[in-house]
């Protein structure tokens, strides 16, 4: 069940959906205009959002930014009657779906050739059902590396990032209410034969994210979380990526010696960080 919750008077974010993949939609609120963060993955998706706006007597968006291409963010921007804005890199990844068919056949078939991810197929069916009047939308305005939008009381500042789940990630960092938007930017990169992390790209992220002064992160397909959680998450990254050159990619050795440093048995999601750095470090050298 997906519910719009208030994290302060300026920002205003719809909660995850895991099974059709729907991502975090969010409203910065100035004086002057309302900027929608991300299109969702549906026209039903993008509309639920605006209407739940409504009902809590938020004014409709003015413009929306799309945080990276991938399908979940983007497939609602064809139900916004508004101007969007994106990286030219996004709008470069965008263009490369739109000959694309939808339907369970040509899904199953780019799943089989490696072009789509088994999940976000499953999603896409779920999702739009049998209903797969999917249209890409460009966006309307693009940036390169750094873009600032001024709300009226509110300053949004759109930075790209990239990272390892996509190249073209941008976060947004609303200034006055000290909320970095990270969207997907943290996690790994799906689109591979495994997924993974990089030494290099993850810590040039979040080198990165780290000249933000936030208090509150947003992660697309989490939540909320505080300055102290992030810091946590980012250190336990940083850690394994040090590991994972100076372990060179060896898995055993990299569990080990931060199984040591920790005091502690790890934890699932620490050992699948560990196998994404393996498979990246195979991957890639």
């Not at 004086?31 to 993955?41: C, H, P």
């Not at 992220?205 to 992160?217: N, R």
């Amino acid at each position: 069940m997906q519910t719009l919750e208030k994290l302060s008077d300026r920002f205003w974010y719809q909660t995850p959906v895991s099974e059709t993949d729907r991502p975090i939609l969010s409203a910065v609120i100035g004086n002057e205009l309302t900027l929608m963060i991300d299109a969702g993955n549906s026209e039903n998706h993008a509309t639920y959002f605006l209407e739940e706006l409504n009902k809590n007597g938020i004014k409709k968006p003015s413009l929306a930014v799309i945080t990276h291409w991938h399908w979940d963010h983007i497939f609602g921007m064809s139900a916004l009657d508004f101007p969007t804005i994106a990286s030219c890199q996004t709008k470069e990844k965008m263009k490369e779906l739109i000959p694309f068919s939808w339907n369970d056949d040509a899904l199953d078939e780019r799943v089989k050739q490696g072009i789509e991810i088994e999940f976000c197929a499953n999603a896409i069916k779920k999702e739009f059902k049998e209903n797969r009047d999917i249209h890409i939308k460009l966006p309307t305005v693009t940036f390169d590396e750094k873009m600032e939008i001024d709300l009226g009381g509110v300053t949004c500042v759109l930075q790209h990032v990239g990272g390892d789940h996509t190249t073209d990630s941008i976060v947004i960092y609303i200034k006055e209410e000290k909320i970095l938007f990270l969207a997907d930017s943290l996690y790994a990169n799906m689109y591979a034969p495994q997924n993974n992390y990089t030494v290099s790209n993850a810590i040039k992220l979040l080198d990165v994210i780290d000249s933000f002064d936030a208090e509150t992160y947003i992660l697309s397909h989490g939540g909320p979380i505080s300055k102290t959680e992030y810091r946590q998450e980012a250190n336990t990254l940083r850690r394994l990526a040090d590991l994972t050159e100076s372990c060179k990619g060896k898995k055993e050795a990299i569990t080990d010696a931060y199984r040591k440093s920790v005091g502690r048995e790890l934890n699932e999601d620490e050992m699948d960080t560990i196998q994404y750095f393996v498979n990246g470090y195979e991957l890639y050298r």
